[in-house]
């Protein structure tokens, strides 16, 4: 992908229009895209002179977040930057504090775009029982008793340790007084290679210190589970125990809170 010089629209928006769209919701529409790597000066200088150094193309996720004419463009420009900015801003606490999440590329709060690295590899809601969505009812027709295996162990990790991953990655998130808002097995990848588990999509992410937060963001995490995958308390379970050893002493009012709040959403669900 080459960006023209010459042209009137702005960089970011030259970017958008050679990207390939990926999905699109309410908020914002999400495309892949590359961006040039250039060569280090150690690189050039190991080149030689004569010799001119390969392009090296970077796969990139954007984010856009595009205008909403229902809202006024004042208010519609102000929100934008300030979500453009607040996602950039947890992902980088996240980086600090050692989390695996994605790394950021580019930030452009005026056109409303957020540029980070492209993970290879599947979400944890593919990957469980009950998540894969099959487009074709025919292919799960034709899925023998060969097909069935475990598609986790393809990543050379078992079901146990994807969900000992999940614990720790939560708990290094909330040590860093990060709360998520959108705990859910799509918004978190199994990345090929490596076969680390990563966290994406903090659009929702907010900075908070207190037990509550954390707690809802676990139970929201439950609830999904519950909801996506068949059978799914072990699994959670498994989680929780991860989360539980990495967190330590911090475990024990958050577990208290935890519980105050499943009842609380169990009250809400007899009532309707």
């Known amino acids: 992908m080459h960006l023209s010089l010459s042209s009137s629209k702005p960089p970011t928006q030259q970017l958008l229009q050679s990207a390939d769209l990926v999905s699109q919701g309410a908020e914002a529409k999400v495309y892949k895209a590359y961006l040039r790597q250039f060569p280090t000066s150690g690189q050039v200088k190991n080149a030689g002179v004569d010799s001119a150094a390969p392009e090296a193309l970077e796969p990139v996720l954007l984010k856009y977040r595009f205008h909403k004419h229902y809202r006024h463009p004042t208010l519609d420009a102000s929100l934008t930057r300030q979500r453009i900015a607040g996602e950039a801003r947890a992902l980088m606490r996240c980086m600090r504090s050692g989390v695996n999440v994605p790394g950021?590329?580019?930030?452009?709060?005026?056109?409303?775009?957020?540029?980070?690295?492209?993970?290879?590899?599947?979400?944890?809601?593919q990957l469980l029982p009950g998540g894969a969505e099959l487009e074709d009812i025919?292919?799960?027709?034709?899925?023998?008793?060969?097909?069935?295996?475990?598609?986790?162990?393809?990543?050379g990790v078992s079901r146990d340790g994807l969900m000992d991953m999940i614990g720790v990655e939560i708990a290094k998130m909330h040590f860093a007084d990060v709360i998520h808002g959108d705990l859910t097995t799509s918004n978190m990848m199994l990345r090929k290679k490596k076969?680390?588990?990563?966290?994406?999509?903090?659009?929702?992410?907010?900075?908070?210190?207190?037990?509550?937060?954390?707690?809802?963001?676990?139970?929201?995490?439950?609830?999904?589970?519950?909801?996506?995958?068949?059978?799914?308390?072990?699994?959670?379970?498994g989680v929780l125990g991860a989360y539980e050893k990495r967190m330590g002493k911090h475990w024990l009012p958050i577990k208290k809170r935890l519980d105050d709040v499943r009842l609380r959403g169990r009250k809400r669900s007899m009532v309707g």
């Open 195 to 237: 076969s680390d588990l990563v966290l994406i999509d903090f659009g929702l992410a907010y900075h908070s210190t207190l037990v509550e937060d954390k707690a809802v963001d676990l139970y929201v995490l439950e609830r999904a589970f519950a909801s996506t995958h068949p059978e799914s308390e072990p699994l959670f379970a």
């Open 138 to 155: 025919s292919e799960l027709e034709e899925m023998d008793e060969n097909d069935a295996a475990d598609p986790i162990a393809d990543y």
């Open 104 to 125: 950021i590329r580019m930030v452009d709060v005026n056109e409303g775009v957020l540029g980070i690295e492209w993970i290879d590899g599947q979400s944890v809601r």
